[in-house]
């Protein structure tokens, strides 16, 4: 017998014994992973096994698109790579285990690396992109203008990023790092601590010699982020 036998063999007792609607979720989800093996490998860049995405309000460019092992992708996700200019080639690259939960946007005209194991909740926003604005002559509008620059975002292995955030360009988020809902990452964040905010400022972080959580006295956070790295 397979070493796999009895783990099937238990998936399968156990969607035997699940609610009807539990039942009907996973019957969704293995036709949206089957839908991954059969269309989603052959489009984008890199599809993993095991990956799926539910009714994505919008994937754009998915050549660009790296998704790795096991990775889930709720409904209404809109993941755009963008080419802004000739010669540009966006990368973004979601590593495997991780969790995008309903509504999340993701645009990506440059870099945008997510880690592995990393959980996004609902209504998050992840931007590489910055429009500027400083020309008031430019007939364009300020939405459709894109900066020209080597902007990137980087969410670390662990990570798990609250509710309705939105983390804009220029943004290394470490390991192992928690962010507060409805929280604006405009600046680094280090491993093993917890932001949060308008803007977010690190209110503690794991000590590994004490073996617990400590605080973060709020001047000091407020002093380490001098010069503002805002954009829109």
């Known amino acids: 017998m397979s070493t796999r036998t009895p783990a099937i063999l238990e998936k399968l007792k156990g969607f035997w014994h699940a609610p009807l609607l539990n039942k009907w979720c996973m019957l969704g989800t293995l036709y949206y992973k089957v839908k991954g093996v059969v269309l989603y490998r052959f489009v984008f860049k890199q599809f ?4 799926y995405i539910r009714k994505p309000l919008l994937i754009f460019n998915p050549g660009y698109v790296s998704i790795g092992e096991r990775v889930s992708i709720r409904e209404g996700v809109r993941m755009e790579a963008v080419i802004s200019r000739e010669g540009r080639c966006p990368s973004l690259i979601i590593e495997s285990d991780t969790n995008i939960e309903q509504n999340v946007h993701i645009v990506c005209h440059s870099r945008v ?3 592995n194991n990393v959980s996004i909740t609902g209504n998050c926003s992840i931007i590489d992109v910055t429009h500027p604005y400083a020309d008031v002559s430019d007939p364009k509008k300020i939405g459709a203008r ?3 620059d080597e902007s990137f975002i980087e ?3 662990g990570s798990f990023i609250g509710y309705g955030s939105v983390i804009l360009p220029n943004v290394r988020i470490g390991t192992n790092v928690v962010i507060g809902a409805n929280s604006v990452v405009a600046h680094d964040v280090p491993d093993y601590s917890v932001a949060a905010g308008v803007p977010a400022v690190v209110l503690k972080q794991y000590d590994f010699a004490k073996g617990e959580w400590v ?5 000091s956070c407020r002093g380490s982020l001098a010069g503002d790295r805002h954009m829109i």
Do not use: A, C, F
């Open 48 to 51: 993993g096994s095991g990956s």
């Open 113 to 115: 690396h997510i880690g």
């Open 146 to 148: 894109i900066q020209d």
């Open 155 to 157: 969410i670390g292995n």
């Open 215 to 219: 605080r973060v006295p709020l001047k």
